[in-house]
């Protein structure tokens, strides 16, 4: 209507950024690494009602029994796909209803959640179904849908034509007025509480859903629970992106798919995905069969930063990401898409808090990714005190040894007097603090060719998961183990997806060597982490196998031998003495990426389940899990800072960004504090 292109005229004087096809140039660094957070990044496949749990994404089979395994490979969003096409004229029938059931349940454990679609027609040129089917299937899935609101991301309007994209309708649900209809059934049928998004694939027929005067102006609109109109579900995805101007009929104005089209549309859909999720998958240029000539890395970063990008499917077109792979910028995309969180400076009272008494603290957060988080969610303030246990003990790593008296061998080898093997290993000992895990390797003997194990010859294994099924099958038979981590030498290596090098991991290694080579000390951080983010040490037990190799690289020694490996229980794992999670009081969707630095700033009482102990202080961390009460234990679904304050780290088993601060409960209620504050790395 006149009224529309007016609006939307509008739009494009105040909303439009100065970033829009301004051909920027961006630096991609080729060894970039993106954080694996929930809601964000890409995505893989999950057929809701397959009877296997198929994930399989772009070069990669993650295999059909475990969603679980997708988090591996940094996704926690899939396609949950909903076929239907054996219902067009008959109502859903329970084993289909229970099999999404079960793979809604499953996706709860695994912390994945679906970008769910309902389609009919899986292929151009398939029928779709009547309206009155469409309403019919959507009364049977509410109840599915309102049980499992917790795990959905959003959804895609789906429903209409061929993939459910709003076109090729044999039914004539692709009318005008039919297209209206579905988007009333969906906002109908569809969860209210949360009020989750509906993305809708053009904007000329969001446009025509929702009147522009309707749309989200503000955080206050946007952010209001109690309600839920068709404004606050309306999104947009695009399933053709980068592949010609008018991304094959994405973006049609006054009748015309140009350059000129996408170029009004983009300022409303700027607007619009303020408030919702934006992606899908690109395409090649159709009119050549290969990538659009004027795609390029800069181009699609230019956009995506316009439209607030969240996610992209790697999976189609494979063309397109292989290029974005080719030129270093795929990893900086899946990590800038959605929000990103970067905490620049905190501030906490430090020195002795008594019982009673107040911890203040002050925060500074900057999303510095391209969109927002789109599900409520709360950060905490959360403070832990550690029962200090005997076996708990700091290794000084000065060669000296006296301290290692006092830790009892983890295992002994056998030896044999006569032997002429190159390396024999004696004994095994292990402890570890609270930062660092702590290893002395005794050799009964050991060749100078293989000392002092500055190479390749010298390696342990690490089976992080205690699982010999997964990881790198590694041990003498009946010893065999599953490794996730690789030393080598004092180099790290990821063995998490069964190969005996798939990526180097950013992990440091203190090692050292006895005069006469035959104890080596090793201390690795606990906190280490691998390149995607996830902890190295995510579990409470690690199993290790020690190795060594001739100058041929052949296996002379492994220790133990029999054992599958020496199973080691970290000290303080099982010791909280307390926690307690303050409420930091603000809704993380406000936190925005053109709202630049925000403050938090409060005060806390020191509870008094704490206990007033020098040797039992309090740590710090920033806990950001899901608003809903049966996912908030489960820490994959809990959001890790981009980017901490100097010394702070991501406790991966738990879910939380800890800060490198420490307080103590004081027995007397006038004690001073003092204030300390870190700057960002």
Not at 257 to 271: F, G, Q, S, V
Not at 434 to 454: C, E, K, Q, R
Not at 541 to 556: C, E, G, K, Y
Request: include cysteine.
């Amino acid at each position: 209507s006149f009224q529309m292109l007016m609006l939307a005229g509008l739009y494009s004087q105040l909303y439009l950024p100065s970033f829009v096809h301004a051909a920027a140039d961006y630096d991609f660094d080729c060894g970039f690494q993106a954080i694996t957070n929930p809601e964000k990044g890409s995505y893989g496949l999950c057929d809701l009602t397959h009877a296997t749990k198929d994930y399989t994404t772009y070069g990669l089979d993650i295999g059909t029994d475990s969603y679980g395994d997708a988090y591996r490979y940094d996704y926690t969003l899939c396609y949950g796909k909903i076929v239907l096409s054996s219902f067009l004229n008959a109502s859903i029938d329970s084993a289909t209803l229970a099999l999404i059931d079960l793979h809604f349940e499953e996706l709860k454990v695994a912390g994945t959640k679906p970008i769910v679609r309902i389609m009919y027609a899986t292929n151009s040129g398939e029928p779709d179904t009547s309206l009155d089917w469409v309403e019919t299937h959507l009364q049977q899935l509410q109840s599915l849908f309102n049980k499992h609101s917790d795990i959905i991301a959003w959804f895609q309007a789906g429903i209409i034509g061929a993939w459910g994209e709003w076109h090729s309708s044999t039914n004539g649900l692709d009318s005008e007025a039919n297209k209206n209809a579905v988007y009333n059934l969906l906002h109908t049928y569809l969860p209210s509480t949360p009020c989750l998004k509906v993305q809708v694939r053009y904007p000329m027929i969001m446009s025509s859903l929702v009147p522009d005067s309707d749309l989200l102006a503000s955080d206050e609109e946007a952010f209001d629970d109690s309600t839920c109109t068709k404004a606050d579900r309306l999104g947009f995805h695009n399933d053709c992106w980068m592949s010609s101007w008018h991304d094959t009929g994405t973006y049609e104005y006054l009748g015309s798919y140009n350059k000129a089209a996408r170029e009004h549309w983009l300022p409303y859909l700027h607007n619009v995905t303020r408030y919702s999720p934006y992606g899908g998958e690109t395409c090649i240029d159709t009119s050549t069969g290969s990538i659009w000539t004027e795609f390029n890395c800069s181009f699609i970063f230019e956009e995506a930063e316009a439209l607030h990008a969240t996610f992209l499917n790697p999976m189609w077109h494979p063309e397109v990401t292989k290029h974005m792979q080719d030129n270093c910028c795929w990893e900086e995309f899946v990590d800038r898409s959605g929000y990103r969180f970067e905490l620049k400076s905190a501030q906490l009272t430090s020195a002795a808090v008594p019982v009673g008494g107040s911890l203040s603290y002050s925060l500074q957060v900057e999303n510095t990714g391209w969109g927002s988080l789109y599900s409520q969610r709360r950060g905490y303030l959360s403070l832990f005190q550690y029962l200090t246990r005997g076996d708990l003990q700091t290794i000084a790593m000065d060669g000296a040894l006296e301290e290692w008296v006092e830790v009892e061998d983890g295992f002994v080898d056998e030896y044999n007097p006569d032997t002429t093997a190159a390396a024999d290993v004696s004994s095994v000992k292990v402890t570890n603090d609270a930062d660092y895990l702590y290893v002395l390797i005794t050799f009964h003997n050991i060749s100078d060719g293989l000392a002092p194990f500055g190479n390749g010859y010298f390696r342990m294994f690490f089976d992080t998961d205690n699982d010999p099924l997964t990881g790198y099958t590694v041990g003498m038979s009946g010893g065999k183990i599953g490794s996730e981590l690789l030393l080598e030498g004092s180099a790290f290596y990821d063995q998490r997806t069964s190969g005996w090098n798939d990526g180097s991991v950013p992990m440091s290694i203190v090692k050292v060597v006895s005069a006469n080579n035959l104890n080596v000390e090793i201390s690795i951080s606990r906190h280490a982490t691998y390149g995607d983010g996830s902890a190295v040490f995510g579990s409470t037990d690690v199993t290790m196998l020690v190795n060594v190799a001739d100058t041929s690289w052949n296996m002379i020694e492994f220790s133990p031998k029999t054992l599958g490996g020496y199973s080691y229980t970290f000290h303080d794992t099982a010791d909280v003495v307390a926690r307690h999670d303050h409420d930091l009081g603000t809704d993380m969707r406000r936190w925005r990426p053109d709202k630049g630095v925000f403050s938090v700033i409060g005060e806390m009482l020191m509870p008094s389940a704490f206990k007033v102990a020098s040797d039992e202080n309090i740590t710090v961390g920033l806990w950001f899990p899901d608003a809903s009460k049966s996912l908030v234990n489960n820490t994959r679904l809990n959001v890790q800072l981009a980017q901490t304050v100097s010394g702070g780290y991501w406790d991966g088993a738990r879910g939380i960004n800890m800060l490198p601060h420490q307080i103590q409960v004081a027995e007397k209620s006038n004690t001073t504090c003092f204030t300390i504050t870190y700057s960002t790395i």
